[in-house]
């Protein structure tokens, strides 16, 4: 029957039914011929079917009962018998199976559609499904193996048994570790690599679709929703097929209706990987509204899955075990990993599988990852959208693409025809590395929390570079950048000026690289700047040998440094560089003469006294401001070396107890230092330590002095000022070191004010962060001489305690008894530094003073 | 597989989508078919079974397995129109499935089971089966008739629940299912 009759039909079925019987007779012949017929038959149907169909059917037993889909089991479809039932989705049904008439056993898992689902659309899909397997062959994909029409007429697929467990319950039952989940996941991603690269995207990845064999192999199951790229049926019709998917699992375009791409993958791969980590999902959808899940989904930014790690233990709400996994772990790079993959914008996530995989390798094999902190890049960019820092990352990863290449390449082909084509590249290739290492790496030196970025930045760019030089001996120019890059690097690794990343020998190592191109470049050269820039790297290789107080080597490099300069003073007497540089290494030499055993004082104090005046001659202007090469102003070169000179001659008056005069002369540093920190706004970090030591110093002797309240004040700045650069970059050994310096020196006040209690609380934060300290770089010296101080510190509050101590007897004894445990730890440490030869000279009598300490306190606990 | 656990929120999600796409979105009435089918059967089992009852309507049982897969407390009626209208096409294919078994059993050699219930009589599997034929010749130029019968017949739903559903006036149900009973009933008679 045609609609368009049957619209007739109807109508005149209506107009009659309501008729009086004898008007509808009259009617009926009015009305056209071809649909007479069919009212009449209707108009009686109605008249005799006033019962059918009026009431509802009942349900009864029998009609309902379940229906047996076991009844396969123990039949034959196409040569397999049917041996249980393992599975049952929406539509389809799964049993394990044998293959008869086969020399030996295969068990198999047959598909087939359940019955009363057999509809047109999902024999298709069914159909598209079973295309899609035999496209895939992959050792992570549950294989096809045939297929076909079983004899009563419905459609049947058979695929690879795999006996295992799903994901998630896989992961809990074998309490995987972090490590051993990764190496899962990196497996689950081949597989989608693999569909990805046969234009199949599945769409509806997780973790129940995924089942894992008893030797940890996953293996992807249904793909009875992928998508061919392929396939342009009109059933494919985004617009329609967008919309299936678990929402648990679902990307925001999906939710949405959006185009779905192999992006989509990437989401759900990223939701996977979330849950193996963290142990819950980013988003709890359960029972929430259509609305809500877009809400989530598409609006609100995931939590850190460190952060859903640590909160689950809170609550008892939990699907799957936590894993055992510590927060810290997933703190950083798989953080960043986890949260890009689930970005929003699809744009915005990793562009394929493979990358995704590939940055989840690289975190396991402890190399840098390509995932960045939103938040940080956000924060970063936002305190200095002047510094440059969004095109880092764009850098970068432009880097690690071309140069990857490029170099690889250069290196194959250089000896044949394209070598002019080769060397051009190779040009372009070194002015990127170059330009990565100073400019990019120089605009966000002073970036707090930039150190670890820092560090990545130059390994990489040397790494190139290095690999360029191998091929191209001679070149001067290239030489002198590879001087450059290593003396970068020795600077990020343990420099001692700038935050660094406190390793002292690796600073070395890359420093001495330096030095040697720099030496033999001084030789082929006649250009003064190669001795100043040789000079330099004397200089800085001191620096470091001081930290760690290898103090013969120390001697050699400073003095060569002062002699290598020499040629370029004479050459350029006004050069402001060449003097700068002169006062600092006078000042280093100082430096060196009062650490080292036998060192003359009195020359450290000429030294000293030398630098400032060099300093003090060069006429103050705007000039001085302006940024040099390395990224320091010639006026912040200057104010540190002054600030620090007067700073040096002040230690050495508190040595030799003229507290009067070290105050004098701190307070010059102090201004010096003040002055540093008001060349650029924002103040640099390193300038804002430079000032924290200043203001601790002055407040110390304040303190000393009895001066309390004024003592407090500039301690208290200290505290503020080392706190925030901790705060802002963890990683910062010397802002820590004066952090601990800063609660020594709150601790004393109190101790002075009588308050020994409170002392002890600051004094053993001290204690706490100069321990940490001695972890990050066992070859500080001066941390551990710090440490030692801070101990018998504590041990002095204590016997002070003692000695005041009104109240029974056995406290008085009690704080005795812990005042010389902390002395002997004390001296434990100088007698171990001693015994290394690393015990520093202005420490020398330490160790007879803790000798007398503990004789004293052992006699006031006798008497 | 759904499990339960998710099964709610999935079914409140896929309502909404039908929903918005006024009932044309097929795949997510796919989706939805099966998960509603087997709810329903459970629960007519378990009704019957925990009842002892020798029968009973459809409307009740629709209705519970509406708040147990939607998992809500007040009823969205949007939401619940869509899910009557796949009840009632659950419904209908459970009863033709269930008549069309008794049928191959009765043909076959196999034993009846017991519990098969003796009020069943083969008339009314036959006549379900004929009614189902009939409906899908029907279905063919008029599918809101054939709609109308599902939700009526097998859905137990009133004049006015199944306008809600249909989103049609309770005059224009009352009007299409005159017809279509009529339709159907001189159809079948025919046979």
């Not at chain 1, 007739?8 to 209506?14: L, N, V």
């Not at chain 2, 939607?70 to 949007?78: A, F, G, K, L, P």
């Amino acid at each position: 029957m045609d609609s368009i009759r049957w619209a007739k039909i109807k109508a005149a079925f209506s107009s009659l039914d309501e008729m009086h019987p004898d008007a509808r007779i009259e009617a009926l012949s009015q009305l056209p011929d071809d649909i007479r017929d069919e009212v009449k038959k209707l108009l009686s149907a109605h008249e005799q079917s006033e019962d059918f169909i009026s009431q509802p059917v009942l349900l009864a037993h029998g009609i309902v009962e379940n229906e047996r889909e076991d009844r396969f089991i123990g039949k034959t479809i196409s040569g397999y018998l049917i041996l249980e039932k393992i599975g049952s989705g929406g539509m389809g049904l799964v049993y394990s199976a044998e293959r008869l008439n086969s020399d030996f056993t295969q068990k198999v898992a047959i598909k087939l559609i359940k019955r009363g689902m057999d509809s047109d659309a999902i024999e298709k899909r069914f159909a598209r499904e079973r295309k899609i397997l035999s496209s895939l062959k992959h050792p992570n994909i549950a294989q096809l193996i045939d297929g076909g029409i079983a004899s009563d007429d419905f459609p049947f697929f058979v695929m690879e048994l795999v006996e295992g467990k799903p994901l998630n319950q896989f992961c809990v039952d074998e309490k995987l570790t972090l490590r051993e989940r990764l190496d899962i996941f990196l497996l689950i991603c081949s597989a989608v690599d693999h569909a990805h690269k046969n234009l199949v995207i599945h769409r509806d990845l997780k973790p129940t679709n995924i089942f894992v064999s008893k030797d940890r192999i996953p293996k992807l199951l249904d793909f009875g929703i992928a998508k061919l790229l392929s396939d342009d049926e009109p059933e494919l019709n985004t617009a329609t097929l967008g919309k299936i998917f678990t929402p648990e699992y679902a990307s925001p375009e999906q939710i949405l209706g959006n185009r779905v791409t192999t992006s989509t993958d990437v989401y759900s791969l990223g939701v996977i990987l979330y849950e193996l980590l963290a142990g819950h999902r980013p988003y709890d959808v359960k029972g929430k509204s259509f609305d809500e899940v877009v809400k989530s989904v598409c609006e609100t930014e995931p939590p850190r899955p460190s952060i859903t790690l640590e909160n689950q233990f809170d609550t008892t709400d939990t699907e799957i075990a936590p894993p055992q996994i510590e927060r810290r772990e997933l703190r950083g790079d798989l953080d960043n990993i986890v949260l890009k993959a689930l970005r929003k914008d699809p744009s915005e996530r990793y562009g394929s599988v493979y990358q995704f995989a590939e940055d989840v390798s690289r975190y396991l094999r402890g190399l840098p990852v390509s995932a960045r902190s939103q938040t940080y890049k956000y924060r970063a960019g936002k305190y200095v959208a002047r510094h440059r820092v969004g095109v880092i990352a764009a850098a970068l990863v432009v880097l690690s693409l071309i140069t990857g290449i490029t170099v690889a390449s250069w290196q194959a082909i250089v000896a044949g025809k394209e070598r002019a084509k080769a060397e051009e590249r190779f040009s372009d290739v070194r002015t990127l590395a170059n330009s990565l290492m100073f400019e990019v790496h120089d605009s966000i030196k002073d970036l707090p929390g930039s150190t670890p970025a820092r560090k990545l930045l130059v390994e990489r760019a040397l790494n190139y570079l290095d690999k360029l030089a191998a091929d191209s001996k001679g070149d001067m120019t290239l030489q002198s950048e590879l001087a450059a890059g290593y003396e970068k690097t020795g600077d990020v690794q343990g420099g001692s000026l700038g935050s660094n990343l406190g390793d002292s020998k690796g600073a070395l190592i890359s420093y001495k690289k330096s030095l040697a191109i720099r030496e033999s470049l001084v030789r082929k050269s006649r250009d003064p700047k190669e001795n100043y820039l040789a000079a330099n790297v004397h200089s800085k290789i001191f620096r470091v040998l001081m930290l760690v107080n290898d103090f013969k080597d120390a001697e050699f490099h400073c003095r060569s440094a002062i002699e290598i300069l020499k040629p370029s003073l004479k050459a350029e007497p006004q050069n402001l560089l060449y003097q700068v540089t002169s006062a600092r290494f006078h000042l280093e030499l100082g430096d060196l003469l009062v650490s080292k055993k036998d060192g003359d004082a009195n020359e450290a104090l000429t030294n000293y006294r030398k630098s400032i005046e060099i300093s003090e001659a060069i006429p103050s202007s705007e000039a001085l401001k302006e940024k040099m090469p390395d990224g320091l102003s010639m006026a912040e070169k200057i104010f540190s070396v002054t600030q620090m000179a007067y700073r040096r001659i002040g230690q050495n008056a508190e040595l030799r107890q003229q507290p009067k005069e070290a105050f004098e002369v701190y307070k010059k540093a102090l201004e010096a230092s003040q002055k540093l920190a008001s060349v650029n706004d924002p103040p640099t970090v390193q300038s804002q330590i430079v000032l924290a030591i200043s203001l601790g110093n002055v407040g110390r002797m304040e303190a000393k002095a009895g001066k309390l309240s004024e003592a407090s004040r500039y301690i208290d700045a200290m505290i503020e000022l080392c706190e925030k650069a901790v705060a802002a970059d963890p990683q910062n050994y010397l802002a820590m070191s004066q952090l601990s310096l800063a609660y020594g020196s709150l601790g004393f006040v109190y101790h002075k004010r009588g308050d020994n209690d409170k002392s002890l609380v600051e004094l053993r934060k001290s204690l706490v962060l100069q321990e940490k300290l001695r972890e990050k770089d066992p070859n500080d010296v001066y941390n551990i001489g710090n440490l030692a101080e801070t101990i018998a510190f504590i041990g002095e509050v204590y016997e002070d305690s003692g000695s005041k101590s009104v109240g029974p007897k056995e406290s008085k004894l009690n704080s005795y008894r812990e005042a010389s445990s902390w002395y002997k730890r004390s001296l434990q440490i100088w007698v171990d530094l001693e015994k290394n030869g690393k015990l520093p000279a202005y420490f020398s009598t330490k160790i007879e003073d803790q000798n007398v300490a503990i004789a004293r306190v052992e006699k006031r606990r006798r008497t | 597989m759904i499990k339960s656990g998710t099964m709610k929120s999935e079914v409140t999600v896929l309502l909404d989508e039908v929903g918005q796409s006024n009932g044309d979105n097929h795949e997510a009435l796919e989706k939805l078919l099966p998960v509603v089918y087997n709810e329903l059967r459970r629960l007519a089992a378990s009704f019957l079974n925990r009842e002892h009852q020798v029968s009973l309507q459809t409307t009740e049982l629709v209705h519970e397995a509406y708040f147990k897969l939607t998992n809500q407390r007040s009823v969205d009626w949007e939401n619940r129109g869509q899910f009557f209208a796949i009840a009632a096409q659950a419904m209908r294919r459970i009863l033709i499935d269930a008549a069309r078994k008794r049928k191959s059993l009765k043909h076959g050699l196999e034993k009846v089971s017991l519990d098969d219930s003796p009020t069943i009589s083969t008339e009314m599997d036959a006549g379900l089966l004929v009614l189902d034929e009939a409906l899908l010749e029907l279905e063919k130029f008029d599918e809101q008739q054939c709609r109308i019968v599902e939700l009526r017949y097998f859905s137990g739903l009133t004049i006015e629940e199944t306008a809600e559903v249909l989103k049609i006036s309770p005059a224009t149900v009352k009007r299409e299912w005159t017809i279509a009973r009529a339709w159907l009933y001189q159809r079948i008679k025919a046979e």
